[in-house]
């Protein structure tokens, strides 16, 4: 006969262990699960709006000193097409979902080139060419915003325009 040892808690009222299955890892889905598509669009259109940005750059070399006109302008031109993409992508057409990362995010992300300013206004400045850095720096930003907000204002405004003359709602959707 054995006598119940308190230390090992193998006294007769001691609790049967009942064995308990291990639980079953949750397979979470990694963030970017799925997004292959996207990011294939992306690269494609980056690619895109990269070789039309160093087209450019071929075509209208800058001066070394110079106002950087050439990357001026393709950031306004740039961020104008932006805010005509978005407000069409966003109240006028029924987008399909690839549409706006391959061209806004793609594209358009590829073409403007605010890394290339930050360098300009940087060698400017290295140069000795204080006050035209001072101007690229003031100026490509302002520019580049008022150009969003004016083609996006105009391009909304169109949009009423195209509503009132019988066509309304979104690109794609019927009358009720």
């Given amino acids: 006969m054995s006598v119940p040892h308190p230390e090992r808690g193998d006294s007769p009222d001691a609790p049967v262990p009942v064995p308990v299955p291990a639980p079953t890892p949750v397979r979470r889905q990694m963030p970017w699960h799925g997004q292959g598509p996207v990011v294939a669009v992306v690269a494609v259109g980056g690619a895109i709006g990269a070789s039309a940005r ?9 001066r070394t000193g110079g106002f950087p006109w050439t ?75 008022t150009a969003v907000w004016l083609t996006s204002s105009a391009t909304r405004r169109a949009l009423v325009v195209g509503r009132e003359d019988g066509h309304p709602g979104r690109a794609g959707e019927r009358p009720s």
């Fill in 54 to 62: 160093y087209g450019a750059s071929l075509l209208w070399p800058e």
């Fill in 71 to 145: 990357t001026f302008w393709v950031n306004v031109l740039g961020c104008a097409l932006m805010g005509v993409l978005m407000v069409l992508v966003t109240e006028a057409w029924a987008a399909p979902r690839l549409v706006r990362p391959f061209l806004g995010t793609g594209v358009l992300g590829g073409f403007t080139t605010f890394s290339t300013y930050a360098v300009d206004v940087e060698q400017l400045l290295a140069g000795g060419h204080a006050p035209t850095a001072l101007a690229c720096l003031v100026a490509t930003p302002s520019a580049a915003l």
